[in-house]
């Protein structure tokens, strides 16, 4: 046996367990303004929020307007408060915009002039 092969082996090591570290700080310090984001950057970012849920979350800000607190993303069906506490370090609130949600039909409302 090599008098190099044991040194090898732990320099390996080593390299992998510092690649992991880096790698999983890269991960974490990626984040993602749940106001803004469309559904693929959510799927992507966020931990167990894949293509249906993170629609989800694009399609209940569509409606409801954005998002006062990572807590609010509880009232998207399928997301609970597990989920957010999960993706805390993750998620951003960006200010949100001026906003008026859309109709349950898609189409806006009809303004009716007032006469007196």
């Known amino acids: ?6 040194i090898l ?10 690649w992991a570290v880096l790698t999983g700080v890269v991960l974490a310090a990626e984040r993602v303004d749940i106001n803004t984001a469309d559904a693929d950057r ?3 970012v ?3 929020v894949g293509p249906a ?4 979350i694009v399609e209940y800000r569509r ?10 993303l ?10 957010v506490e999960k993706n805390r370090d993750r998620i951003e609130v960006g200010t949100p915009r001026a906003h008026r949600p859309a109709s349950a039909s898609g189409a806006l409302p ?3 002039p007032v006469t007196p």
């Open 53 to 56: 849920r993170a629609a989800a």
């Open 110 to 112: 009809r303004i009716v």
């Open 9 to 18: 082996k732990s320099v390996a090591l080593a390299l992998l367990v510092v």
């Open 63 to 72: 409606l409801n307007g954005p998002f006062r607190s990572a807590e609010e």
């Open 1 to 6: 046996m090599s008098p190099f092969k044991p």
């Open 46 to 48: 966020l931990t167990n």
């Open 74 to 83: 509880a009232l998207v069906r399928g997301i609970g408060l597990k989920t």
């Open 42 to 44: 959510l799927d992507r």
